[in-house]
């Protein structure tokens, strides 16, 4: 937490969800923030999870340089999606500016991300956070949805976390996207991102809360059945994404959008088959491993 006002004090902080979420209105993130502004929106990061931030167009060099404040950003590694080293490109159009045909390869390479999930939760080093503008968006579609694994596993009976202890999910984005397309990936890439295991119970480093990690990138549960641990993790994104612990964030042009991947499930509820869609995203790179 930072020195003297709380995030409340500094912020116009206005509720996205009775459970978590926040917006924060009247920054303008183009210029730098000052030291006591930076540190009143980290610990509103931290505390709400989810933070809105409307009207901001801003370039990609803009987006890099807030989301540095944050710490080192993960590089894309994806060239489908990749425009450059930082910047993750979520279109639903071609290089022309066409909306993709329904059977393109990078249509498919984008309905990944309509399965609940935490972005890189593949890495051995997940990312922390990400950061999406919203450059061109839909007027009825193409909502992101949120859910808190915090309020999920706060809502769970002392012997069901028990229970939880010591367990760990293997995740494997080459199964993630073997349930869509993987041809628009190539095998160096998929090679660079080998199966890796991660506490199905993690600790938030800044407050110490604990919450459930579970993603739609688990492959298997270490020391279960493949089947019985997709089940098992089926059943506990279930549980955190009942519907009145869902956040559904409908976009409006320019909204900044950032989300704490250690505690915040997330998916597109479509790629929009005649709207545009364009989206770009940072990473924040983790701290470390998952404790
Ligand atoms: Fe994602």
Same mark, same amino acid.
């Given at each position: 937490?930072?020195?003297?006002?709380?995030?409340?004090?500094?912020?116009?902080?206005?509720?996205?969800?009775?459970?978590?979420?926040?917006?924060?209105?009247?920054?303008?993130?183009?210029?730098?923030?000052?030291?006591?502004?930076?540190?009143?929106?980290?610990?509103?990061?931290?505390?709400?999870?989810?933070?809105?931030?409307?009207?901001?167009?801003?370039?990609?060099?803009?987006?890099?340089?807030?989301?540095?404040?944050?710490?080192?950003?993960?590089?894309?590694?994806?060239?489908?999606?990749?425009?450059?080293? %930082?910047? +993750?490109? $979520?279109?639903?159009? /071609?290089?022309? @500016?066409?909306?993709? #045909?329904?059977?393109?390869?990078?249509?498919?390479?984008?309905?990944?991300?309509?399965?609940?999930?935490?972005?890189?939760?593949?890495?051995?080093?997940?990312?922390?956070?990400?950061?999406?503008?919203?450059?061109?968006?839909?007027?009825?579609?193409?909502?992101?949805?949120?859910?808190?694994?915090?309020?999920?596993?706060?809502?769970?009976?002392?012997?069901?976390?028990?229970?939880?202890?010591?367990?760990?999910?293997?995740?494997? %984005?080459? +199964?993630? $996207?073997?349930?869509? /397309?993987?041809? @628009?990936?190539?095998? #160096?890439?998929?090679?660079?991102?080998?199966?890796?295991?991660?506490?199905?119970?993690?600790?938030?480093?800044?407050?110490?809360?604990?919450?459930?990690?579970?993603?739609?990138?688990?492959?298997?549960?270490?020391?279960?059945?493949?089947?019985?641990?997709?089940?098992?993790?089926?059943?506990?994104?279930?549980?955190?994404?009942?519907?009145?612990?869902?956040?559904?964030?409908?976009?409006?042009?320019?909204?900044?959008?950032?989300?704490?991947?250690?505690?915040?499930?997330?998916?597109?509820?479509?790629?929009?088959?005649?709207?545009?869609?364009?989206?770009?995203?940072?990473?924040?790179?983790?701290?470390?491993?998952?404790?």
């Amino acid at each position: 937490m930072s020195d003297g006002a709380s995030d409340g004090d500094m912020l116009k902080l206005k509720p996205l969800h009775p459970l978590f979420g926040a917006e924060i209105a009247g920054l303008d993130l183009r210029n730098p923030l000052d030291d006591a502004t930076f540190n009143a929106v980290l610990d509103a990061f931290n505390t709400h999870s989810v933070l809105l931030f409307r009207n901001q167009e801003l370039s990609d060099k803009q987006h890099v340089d807030f989301s540095r404040r944050f710490g080192e950003l993960e590089e894309t590694t994806f060239s489908i999606a990749a425009p450059n080293r %930082y910047i +993750y490109r $979520l279109a639903n159009v /071609d290089d022309d @500016g066409n909306v993709l #045909e329904m059977d393109a390869v990078k249509r498919l390479f984008l309905e990944v991300n309509g399965r609940w999930h935490t972005d890189s939760s593949f890495r051995a080093n997940p990312a922390l956070g990400s950061i999406l503008s919203g450059k061109e968006v839909p007027s009825n579609e193409g909502d992101t949805c949120f859910a808190s694994m915090r309020v999920a596993y706060e809502a769970m009976s002392e012997g069901r976390r028990k229970s939880l202890e010591g367990m760990r999910g293997v995740h494997n %984005y080459a +199964y993630s $996207l073997s349930l869509f /397309d993987t041809s @628009g990936v190539t095998q #160096e890439e998929m090679d660079s991102v080998p199966p890796v295991e991660h506490p199905i119970v993690r600790m938030h480093p800044p407050t110490g809360k604990k919450s459930l990690y579970v993603s739609g990138h688990i492959e298997r549960i270490v020391g279960m059945p493949v089947e019985e641990g997709r089940l098992f993790v089926k059943e506990l994104i279930g549980w955190c994404t009942r519907p009145e612990y869902v956040y559904t964030h409908r976009w409006q042009q320019h909204d900044l959008l950032m989300w704490d991947n250690r505690c915040v499930l997330h998916r597109a509820s479509s790629v929009p088959a005649k709207q545009k869609r364009i989206m770009h995203r940072t990473t924040i790179a983790g701290q470390g491993p998952v404790e």
